[in-house]
């Protein structure tokens, strides 16, 4: 089957057609031995790989090029494993895979090996084969450079830690809110209402997303129009939590935007910057009811931090952390705290925002501001009329 291309974007193409079956299958028998009992079996493999691994790169974000590496490197991946779709297997699973292996030293998400010669007996024993300790799921097991996965197996910084010092303007606050104020939060905003599913909730990339007094609208990465608004006031309690963070933080400015959202397991948003031109400083997020990991980017040294956000924790993006820097979450079912994976559990937001009227911006970011772009230009246009 030749994989479909066009659907995998950008995707490094010479790799997706080394997977097409029988032109580079990575079995002993070469095709025209095997039975067509084999053969169909084979078949069968490689579509589940071709799924797997274009699985693995969208939620990886590898939307260029596939990390994997055809010579033996120390640290191996279990593509279809761990990354976003861990199922059943926890690290202590994983770990007995490769326990008997000799020099493996840990699992990191990737899997290292004291050397590379360590790992090819590993990968020739498991790849593409049923694995008894995991209820004989078949395992696809490339080699990656480490580097590629440091994001993996890096620390996940918790709200205390100096590492947040390296985005400037970040500013995390543990049990911003109490956990009454929360239950209470959690019922305005209506995450056990009957039409939680139906259609007065947007969606995009899975979440569930509801605007308050103004709206954000994802197709044009900007202020929406009013039909996008689900409640036309921001609710009492949350004007008190805005009043309790402006005390707090010294904010002047007027938030006027709500968005409420719900992450279910497997659902994360994008690296981005908000809107340069649609919103000031700052951001404020609010957590609610279970954690999730969100990484901070820099656009051009491609650092990571990436923090974990506790239930009532508040979240400030001020100066460089708002309009500097790139932040998202990935589109995983569980993260990896401790090098532990823990997995993901529904977890709602507040994202409070104060609108931008002049629709400019004079940041030292251009990579990241959207203050020229034709769309903007042509609002600040029709606004100046
Ligand atoms: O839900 C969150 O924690 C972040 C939301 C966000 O970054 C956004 O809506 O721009
Ligand atoms: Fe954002």
């Known amino acids: 089957?030749?994989?479909?291309?066009?659907?995998?974007?950008?995707?490094?193409?010479?790799?997706?057609?080394?997977?097409?079956?029988?032109?580079?299958?990575?079995?002993?028998?070469?095709?025209?031995?095997?039975?067509?009992?084999?053969?169909?079996?084979?078949?069968?493999?490689?579509?589940?790989?071709?799924?797997?691994?274009k699985t693995f790169a969208k939620l990886e974000n590898f939307t260029n090029k596939l990390p994997f590496s055809k010579l033996p490197r120390k640290t191996l991946v279990i593509v279809n494993l761990g990354f976003g779709a861990v199922g059943g297997a926890d690290t202590l699973?994983?770990?007995?895979?490769?326990?008997?292996?000799?020099?493996?030293?840990?699992?990191?998400?990737?899997?290292?090996?004291?050397?590379?010669?360590?790992?090819?007996?590993?990968?020739?024993?498991?790849h593409e084969k049923p694995c008894t300790q995991l209820?004989?799921?078949?395992?696809?097991?490339?080699?990656?450079?480490?580097?590629?996965?440091?994001?993996?197996s890096d620390r996940?910084?918790?709200?205390?830690?100096?590492?947040?010092?390296?985005?400037?303007?970040?500013?995390?606050?543990?049990?911003?809110?109490?956990?009454?104020?929360?239950?209470?939060?959690l019922d305005?905003?209506?995450?056990?209402?009957?039409?939680?599913?139906?259609?007065?909730?947007?969606?995009?990339?899975?979440r569930?997303?509801?605007?308050?007094?103004?709206?954000?609208?994802?197709?044009?990465?900007?202020?929406?129009?009013?039909?996008?608004?689900?409640?036309?006031?921001?609710?009492?309690?949350?004007?008190?939590l805005i009043e309790r963070a402006k005390q707090a933080y010294g904010i002047v400015a007027d938030i006027d935007q709500l968005t409420a959202q719900c992450y279910s397991p497997g659902t994360g948003i994008s690296f981005h910057t908000d809107s340069h031109t649609a919103f000031n400083d700052p951001i404020i997020i609010i957590s609610l009811l279970n954690p999730i990991v969100m990484e901070f980017r820099h656009p051009s040294t491609h650092s990571l931090v990436p923090i974990d956000l506790?239930?009532?924790?508040?979240?400030?993006?001020?100066?460089?952390?708002r309009f500097g820097w790139e932040h998202?979450?990935?589109?995983r079912k569980s993260d990896l705290i401790d090098k532990k994976i823990r997995p993901r559990t529904e977890r709602w937001s507040l994202t409070l925002r104060s609108i931008n009227k002049n629709v400019t911006c004079s940041c030292d970011y251009p990579a990241l501001c959207d203050s020229n772009s034709l769309y903007v230009r042509a609002i600040r246009d029709s606004k100046n009329k």
């Open 208 to 240: 569930k997303i509801q605007h308050y007094k103004n709206s954000f609208d994802y197709k044009k990465k900007h202020v929406g129009d009013m039909s996008l608004v689900a409640h036309t006031e921001i609710p009492d309690l949350i004007q008190k």
């Open 310 to 321: 506790n239930p009532r924790s508040l979240v400030l993006l001020s100066k460089d952390a």
């Open 188 to 206: 305005i905003i209506g995450h056990e209402s009957e039409d939680f599913d139906g259609t007065s909730w947007l969606t995009a990339q899975n």
């Open 1 to 53: 089957m030749q994989p479909n291309l066009d659907s995998i974007g950008t995707l490094e193409k010479d790799f997706l057609l080394a997977l097409e079956p029988g032109a580079k299958a990575e079995h002993p028998n070469s095709v025209c031995e095997l039975s067509k009992r084999e053969r169909r079996e084979q078949h069968k493999i490689q579509l589940r790989k071709d799924e797997a691994y």
């Open 328 to 331: 998202g979450i990935r589109a």
């Open 135 to 152: 209820n004989n799921k078949i395992l696809f097991i490339e080699f990656v450079n480490h580097q590629d996965f440091a994001h993996l």
């Open 93 to 126: 699973q994983i770990e007995s895979v490769f326990l008997k292996f000799k020099g493996f030293e840990r699992v990191i998400m990737a899997h290292e090996f004291r050397g590379g010669d360590d790992a090819q007996i590993a990968r020739d024993e498991l």
């Open 156 to 185: 996940v910084y918790n709200g205390s830690d100096k590492k947040l010092d390296m985005v400037p303007g970040l500013l995390y606050t543990d049990e911003f809110i109490s956990a009454d104020e929360e239950k209470q939060l």
